[in-house]
């Protein structure tokens, strides 16, 4: 079973500039949530998304968005990037099993660097 | 606001010595925790995940307790080797959404 996968691995942009990352998550996984990681910060969660729709949101601005098609695969944007945006960023599938069993895989990450 | 602490930052061991992570967190109302690990630059890896109802999942060499009336968890590698050389992380998992409360993480290493 292929595991998470997204898309691009590295990614260089300059300020003010916008980007999307994608996430394929595991075949059958309906819940697609997002994570910034950085060296200051630690790893923080951005959003989730279940079924097409966004079920938690965490603590960034507006300029952060992602959406989720009918195939369950999601993605992510953020417009008019900053320095501070430079990070990584971590996809994760899950799916509910018994008792709300649902252990989240991680997929490789994409690397952004804004210059 | 949960807030999730590791300690300590850094671990350095010689191969073969037990070794014991431990993660803590603020809120004892959690749905579930997961411990992952972090290669260099890559992507996390999950270990073991521990429901609220449970006190320990068992992994091979890995052991993870709960005990969430004191909010805290721990992680025992037994018989550690220089492949167990990673960043590990502890996560709490709040209510029936997907929303995880990261720990700093213990960065390990394990010197042949």
């Known amino acids: 079973k292929a595991g998470v996968t997204q898309t691009p691995r590295y990614l260089i942009k300059t300020r003010g500039q916008q980007v999307t990352l994608s996430c394929s998550p595991i075949s059958g996984h309906r819940s697609v949530s997002w994570y910034q990681q950085t060296p200051g910060q630690g790893l923080q969660f951005l959003f989730e998304y279940f079924s097409e729709t966004q079920r938690n949101k965490g603590n960034f601005p507006g300029r952060f968005s992602g959406r989720q098609f009918s195939n369950s695969r999601s993605e992510m944007n953020v417009s008019t990037l900053e320095l501070g945006d430079s990070a990584l960023y971590l996809c994760?599938?899950?799916?509910?099993?018994?008792?709300?069993?649902?252990?989240?895989?991680f997929g490789p990450g994409t690397r952004l660097t804004v210059l | 606001k949960q807030e999730v602490t590791q300690i300590p930052a850094a671990l350095s061991v010689p191969e073969g010595e037990n070794l014991v992570l431990n993660c803590s967190f603020t809120?004892?109302?959690?749905?579930?925790l997961q411990w992952f690990r972090q290669d260099p630059g890559k992507g996390l890896t999950s270990l073991l995940l521990i429901q609220s109802s449970q006190r320990e999942q068992t992994s091979g060499r890995l052991n993870a307790s709960l005990d969430k009336s004191s909010g805290r968890s721990t992680l025992y590698i037994a018989a550690s080797q220089p492949g167990d050389s990673a960043t590990y992380l502890c996560?709490?998992?709040?209510?029936?959404?997907?929303?995880?409360?990261f720990g700093g993480g213990t960065r390990l290493m394990v010197k042949p």
């Open positions: 994760a599938s899950s799916s509910p099993g018994l008792a709300g069993y649902n252990e989240q895989f």
């Open positions: 996560a709490v998992r709040r209510n029936a959404g997907n929303m995880l409360t």
């Open positions: 809120d004892s109302a959690i749905y579930n």
